[in-house]
T-cell receptor, first 115, second 116 residues
């Protein structure tokens, strides 16, 4: 069974600083990987996804993530954080078994942004 | 913008009562998913439908839980004899079934259940 670990429960950064949120996954085959963001009172919004090909993927809101098979990682980055990025971020892996479409999420990383 | 909607947004109930939640997916989406999110955790998969067929259920979906999608449009999730451990945010998502594995799951705002 697949699993996702987000080692950082809470991160605080200053506005304008760079950001990296860590994600490690466990899965037997090449995984499908996702980053979602959840703001208070809002539904989960997909930031970006990786299926295959180029290991550096670009997403919305200026986010990018890099898939590193050797490290089983899919870390999310942003070069300059804005106050509106404060939210909770979830990494997820999708099962590639036939007929299974569930996502397995990590526990999330809460991002606080200092003005 | 007709995204995924869920009703009610909040529900407070007493232990032992039954509750029912409704999810209206994006209109052309034929896959519908239910997840549960407890405090400090990520969403956990419960079940999913393709059209009206329930194709996958998680071990988390105990006998007290039942989900339906009678006409392949909206879905309901019922919890019978609620327990305090059922307190959580219940999330609904929908997607198109395409030729590839994955089409983006669009999530609703969730229904927050509190069992007293």
């Amino acid at each position: 069974a697949q699993s996702v670990t987000q080692p950082d429960i809470h991160i605080t950064v200053s506005e304008g600083a760079s950001l990296e949120l860590r994600c490690n996954y466990s899965y037997g085959a090449t995984p499908y990987l996702f980053w979602y963001v959840q703001s208070p009172g809002q539904g989960l919004q997909l930031l970006l996804k990786y299926f295959s090909g180029d290991t550096l993927v670009q997403g919305i809101k200026g986010f990018e993530a890099e898939f590193k098979r050797s490290q089983s990682s899919f870390n999310l980055r942003k070069p300059s954080v804005h106050w509106s990025d404060a939210a909770e971020y979830f990494c997820a892996v999708g099962a590639t078994g036939a007929g299974s479409y569930q996502l397995t999420f990590g526990k999330g990383t809460k991002l606080s942004v200092i003005p | 913008d007709t995204g995924v909607s869920q009703d009610p947004r909040h529900k407070i109930t007493k232990r032992g009562q039954n509750v029912t939640f409704r999810c209206d997916p994006i209109s052309e989406h034929n896959r519908l998913y239910w997840y549960r999110q407890t405090l400090g955790q990520g969403p956990e998969f419960l079940t999913y439908f393709q059209n009206e067929a329930q194709l996958e259920k998680s071990r988390l979906l105990s006998d007290r839980f039942s989900a339906e999608r009678p006409k392949g449009s909206f879905s309901t999730l019922e919890i019978q004899r609620t327990e305090q451990g059922d307190s959580a945010m219940y999330l609904c998502a929908s997607s198109l079934a395409g030729t590839g594995w994955y089409n983006e799951q669009f999530f609703g705002p969730g229904t927050r259940l509190t069992v007293l």
